[in-house]
């Protein structure tokens, strides 16, 4: 079955430094890899995605995502945070012709 | 296009009472996802339809709840009757099809049931 872990469920980090969120996967057949951001009251907004071509990926708003296939990772950094990066982040997998499975996510605090 | 629709935002509703929660995809999207989420249990899948049809409803909790879909552009998701347990952040997502698409949230429906 498939399956994704976020190992750290909350990561506080000083505004301007950086910030990496781990997560892996298990899979027994190809995926596509997702990112999610969820906002204090609001839904989950796409951040940023891995479907195909080259493994570092990166969203509008300075992170990036690289894909490891060797260790089933799709790690989200950002090299310095700024306080409204604070909320829940999302790693998702979509194996090829199956059905999403989304993490237990990571709370990002942000702190001045 | 505005995005996955919910309603109500907000529900109120005492224990035993039933609740309806609605949802309406983007336009053109063959799937739909119900999801719950709680502090104590995370984000939970309950059911999803692919071109109105139930593909996976295991994740419904029991025989309180239901979902239909009728039409592409709507579905509904149903407790009855509803227990305080049952308080929690419901979402609706839809997505283009089974291919590299993401799924689209909704803003979500606060239920809490006293």
């Known amino acids: 079955a498939q399956s994704v872990t976020q190992l750290d469920s909350q990561v506080p980090v000083f505004e301007e430094a950086p910030v990496e969120l781990r997560c892996n996967y298990s899979s027994s057949v190809s995926v596509y890899l997702f990112w999610y951001v969820q906002y204090p009251n609001q839904g989950l907004q796409l951040l940023l995605k891995?479907?195909?071509?080259?493994?570092l990926v990166e969203s509008i708003n300075g992170f990036e995502a690289e894909f490891n296939k060797s260790q089933t990772s799709f790690h989200l950094r950002k090299p310095s945070v700024h306080i409204s990066d604070t909320a829940e982040y999302f790693c998702a997998v979509r194996p090829y012709g199956q059905n999403f499975v989304f993490g237990p996510g990571t709370r990002l605090s942000v702190l001045p | 296009d505005a995005g996955v629709i919910q309603s109500p935002r907000h529900e109120v509703t005492e224990m035993g009472q039933e609740v309806t929660l609605r949802c309406k995809p983007i336009s053109g999207h063959n799937s739909l996802f119900w999801y719950r989420q709680t502090m104590m249990r995370g984000l939970e899948l309950l059911i999803y339809?692919?071109?109105?049809?139930?593909?996976?409803d295991s994740g419904m909790p029991e025989d309180r709840f239901s979902a239909k879909m009728p039409n592409a552009s709507f579905s509904t998701l149903k407790i009855q009757p509803s227990e305080p347990r049952d308080s929690a952040v419901y979402f609706c997502?839809?997505?283009?099809?089974?291919?590299?698409?993401?799924?689209?949230f909704g803003p979500g429906t606060r239920l809490t049931v006293t």
């Open positions: 339809f692919n071109n109105n049809v139930p593909i996976d």
């Open positions: 891995y479907l195909s071509g080259s493994t």
């Open positions: 997502a839809s997505t283009l099809g089974n291919g590299p698409y993401e799924q689209y």
